[in-house]
Each structure stands twice: as structure tokens, then as C-alpha cells.
């Protein structure tokens, strides 16, 4: 029992984690910063939840206001372009950064 | 020591230590607020910097890139850090918890807590908490030692000043005591020498006019008599042995309300003896006339002229009952109390009822009052 659960429990984060490859190294290249961008976003809001969130409404709305990069970084590359992900994927997306990248799990 | 000197001494006593131990209490409970304060001020500095300390090693931790971070620790204290909702991203110690505390500093089982705002968030944390072993402020003790000296000390001060204040009036009781004491002595030989006089005067060689005067003075002398009594008791009440021997109230009763014969029919007073059976009563044989000559001469002189005034002995019960000017239900209250007369118009000095009531109490005897004021007063005493 215990082992077809592993089974699947294994299954289920390749298939993540393959789902995540797919829709974001798509855009973003494999030495993109991910694990910056967490910092920043933890320095800016510290809990999972508004972390997600404020992840969640900059990814589906992207605007200057809701960046947490420097003005100077935006103005050269410009703004992200607005995900075209479902809001379901784009959550499970989310979910599966936060739970690759965020620090507090990598403190002991 | 003097009759009312113990109450004024606990009295005053107990203002001087009453307002003393006010004013120890209210210096000491301010002094020892002021010591938990600077305490609390010392340690909340001391935690204040030891969260400065973690706040530079958490930032320093968070410049670095790595797949893990070792959380800060040290010797001193313990520390927690918590999310912006205040869920724990990492702690030191188990005993932290914020989820209950509303103040920013406070103590739990010996430890000081300080809880500290955080930004920008290192590693999500929004609030530092330090955990330190409190040091024990031990001046409630030294407290409570230096007030019980105090308060001992205010003793032995208050007794001292009680003492040199009533010194005074107890000289001043005593030289009236020892006043009243000789003047009451030097009164028993004139008092007796009128009295015996006066009936060893023959009657018959007087006329109608001397007889009258003669019977005047010797009611007069009676009265004075009744009063060097009274005197006597109060002041040798205690010192003169007691003999109860067995009484025959009847054959006492004949003799007093012969004694009060002449004072009686001076208001034209009947007295009505109604004493039928001898009663024996165990009793001092001085103490029972006084009361007994007391309850006579209160009726006496408290009644109406031309009425009667009924006396009856049975085995269990003496009533003594008159046609007077009688007293409130109030005053039937306080009659016991000593020096207290209700009629200033009479002579007397209120010691009658009081004297009535010691006898009474010490040989178990129950005194009922009735009175009914402008129609008499009734006292039946049961034993």
C-alpha cells in the first residue's frame, strides 16, 4: 500500500514538475533567476499566502505598480506580457515555484 | 487600668497603625512598581539588542545565495521568527509561541519575551521574537522584611506615645479617684451619726412642727445614706470579699421597704408589699440590699405623688412596679449605661440602674423592663 502511494506521489511531482518546465521555461531560459525573484517577493510580502497571491494578480495583470523589479530593470526590458495560463494552471504553476524556490523551507 | 482607658488606647492604637501602615503600604507598593519598571526597562534593552544582533545576522544570511541557510543561533537567548500572519517560519525554542500575546514585551515561566517588528522580510519573517531567562527581581522580599521591622518599630513607638499621652488624664483620674475615695470615707460618720440620732430622739417631747422637720432630715439623711452606699460599692466593688450566704428576700424586703417608709410617704406614696412565702436566695447579703434599695429608691423617686407602688415577691420572680412619669422604649435601652439620668430634675447620679445591673449579672438574676412613659415603669427580676 505504502508503496503504490509513493508510486503516485512520485508520479504526480514528475508530472509537475514537467508541467512547470513546459509553461514556464517556455519563455524564461534555464539559467533565469527564479530563486531572485522569490527573495524579492519574500522580502516584499512575507507569508506563503500573499506571496502567491501578489504573484497570482502581477502574472494575470501584469502593471508597473504591482512589479516588484526596479523601475531601471522594466524601463529597459519592459513589462512582462500578461500569461496566457487558465487561472487554475497558473495557481498550480505558482504553487509548484513557491514549493521549488521559497527560502523559509531552506532554513535549518 | 481605668474603665474605657483600654478602648481609647486600641483606639488610637489602631488610627496611629491604621494610617502608619496606609502610608507604608502605598511607599512601598510605588517603591516596588518603580523597581519592576527600571526592570522591565533593563531587560527590554537587553532583548532590544539581541534582536539588533539577529536582524544583522538574518539580513547578512539573506544577501548570500544557497540552497540552505543556517538559521542564526547564539548562547544568550533563544529566538523565533514569524510570517506577516503570524504563522513560525523557524524557532529555536519550543516554548515560543505569539499567538496569544498582545504585548510586545512580557514574562512567562522565568523567560522575558520581546516581540519585534521586521522589515524589510528576511525569509519571510515579519516578526522577530527573543526568548531570554529573566533575571529575578528580589526586592519583594527584602520588602516585606523592612515592613514587618517598620511596622514593629510603629508598635513599640505607638505604645510609648499612648502611654505619654494618657499619663496626664490617669494622673488626674487617680487624684479625683483618691478624692472621691476620702471624701466618701469622711462621709460615713456624720451620715451615721445623724442618722442615729435622729432616732434616739424622743417624739413625744416634740411638737407637731419639729416632728415634721425631724422626719425632713431624716429623709434627707436617708437619701445621703442610699448614695455613700452606692459610693462605697463602685468604688470597693472589687477590693470587699463577697459572702453569699442564704437570704431571706422576704424578711429583707420587710426591712428595706420599711427603710423607704418615711421617703415614700414624704410624696404620699403607698408602698405595697405583697411578700407572702419566706424565699431563700444565696447571695451577699450588702449586694442584695443595694439592689433591692436602688430599685426602691428609683420607684420612689420617679413616681407621681399620691400613687402606689407595688412590690411582689414570689419563689422565682421580685416585681417592683410604680405609677410614675416612666421612660421611652430608648431610654429603657440605655438605662444600664453608668452616669446616665434621663430626668435631670431629680437628684442622683445615674448610678442606680448600673449598679442594679452588675449585681444582677453576677448572681445570673434576668431584669425586665416595662415602662410606659406618664404611667410607670415595671421591673421584674427573675432568677
Request: glycine share 2%; aromatic share 12%.
Amino acid at each position: 500500500m505504502v508503496k503504490i502511494l509513493s508510486f503516485f506521489l512520485l508520479l504526480s511531482l514528475s508530472l509537475g514538475a514537467s508541467e512547470f518546465d513546459k509553461n514556464c521555461f517556455d519563455c524564461h531560459s534555464q539559467d533565469f533567476k527564479f530563486h531572485i525573484i522569490m527573495n524579492k517577493y519574500t522580502l516584499k510580502f512575507s507569508s506563503e499566502k500573499r506571496i502567491k497571491e501578489a504573484m497570482f494578480n502581477y502574472l494575470r495583470e501584469p502593471s508597473l505598480d504591482k512589479s516588484i523589479l526596479p523601475l531601471e530593470y522594466i524601463q529597459k526590458f519592459g513589462l512582462k506580457e500578461k500569461s496566457p495560463l487558465d487561472d487554475k494552471t497558473l495557481r498550480e504553476m505558482i504553487d509548484i515555484y513557491y514549493e521549488k524556490f521559497n527560502l523559509q523551507s531552506k532554513l535549518f | 487600668m481605668y474603665r474605657g482607658e483600654k478602648k481609647t488606647i486600641f483606639y488610637v492604637l489602631g488610627l496611629y497603625l491604621s494610617s502608619t501602615l496606609l502610608l507604608i503600604t502605598t511607599i512601598f507598593v510605588s517603591y516596588y512598581y518603580y523597581e519592576r519598571d527600571q526592570f522591565e526597562h533593563s531587560e527590554k534593552d537587553l532583548l532590544k539588542k539581541q534582536t539588533f544582533l539577529l536582524t544583522q545576522q538574518l539580513s547578512k544570511l539573506n544577501e548570500n545565495s544557497s540552497d540552505r541557510y543556517k538559521y542564526p543561533r547564539f548562547d544568550e537567548f533563544e529566538s523565533a521568527i514569524y510570517d506577516i500572519d503570524k504563522n513560525l517560519i523557524f524557532s529555536t525554542s519550543k516554548d515560543i509561541d505569539i499567538t496569544n500575546s498582545k504585548d510586545s514585551f512580557f514574562t512567562k515561566d522565568s523567560n522575558s519575551y520581546l516581540i519585534s517588528p521586521l522589515t524589510p522580510y528576511y525569509f519571510g519573517a515579519a516578526f522577530i521574537i527573543i526568548e531570554k531567562k529573566s533575571k529575578n527581581l528580589d526586592i519583594l522580599n527584602n520588602l516585606i522584611f523592612i515592613a514587618i521591622v517598620t511596622i514593629i518599630i510603629t508598635l513599640i513607638t505607638s505604645i510609648f506615645l499612648v502611654n505619654l499621652v494618657l499619663k496626664p488624664m490617669r494622673d488626674n483620674i487617680k487624684l479625683l479617684d483618691s478624692f472621691i475615695k476620702d471624701t466618701t470615707h469622711e462621709l460615713n460618720t456624720p451620715i451615721t451619726a445623724i442618722l442615729t440620732n435622729i432616732e434616739t430622739i424622743n417624739s413625744s417631747s416634740c411638737d407637731e412642727k419639729t416632728l415634721r422637720k425631724l422626719q425632713r432630715i431624716k429623709i434627707a439623711s436617708q437619701s445621703i445614706s442610699n448614695i455613700y452606699e452606692d459610693l462605697v460599692y463602685l468604688l470597693l466593688n472589687h477590693k470587699t470579699s463577697t459572702q453569699n450566704i442564704d437570704l431571706n428576700l422576704r424578711e429583707m424586703l420587710y426591712q428595706r421597704v420599711e427603710y423607704f417608709t418615711n421617703m415614700a410617704t414624704a410624696k404620699n406614696i403607698d408602698l405595697l408589699l405583697d411578700a407572702k412565702e419566706d424565699i431563700d436566695f444565696k447571695a451577699d447579703k450588702k449586694k442584695m440590699q443595694r439592689l433591692i434599695d436602688n430599685l426602691l429608691s428609683n420607684a420612689i423617686k420617679y413616681s407621681y405623688k399620691s400613687t402606689n407602688i407595688r412590690v411582689v415577691l414570689n419563689e422565682t420572680t421580685l416585681c417592683i412596679e410604680d405609677e410614675g412619669k416612666g421612660m421611652s422604649e430608648q431610654e429603657v435601652k440605655k438605662i444600664f449605661t453608668r452616669y446616665l439620668r434621663f430626668d435631670k430634675s431629680q437628684g442622683g447620679f445615674g448610678m442606680g440602674y448600673s449598679i442594679i445591673k452588675a449585681i444582677a449579672d453576677e448572681y445570673e438574676i434576668k431584669i425586665d423592663i416595662v415602662s410606659k412613659e406618664t404611667q410607670g415603669t415595671k421591673v421584674t427580676l427573675s432568677w
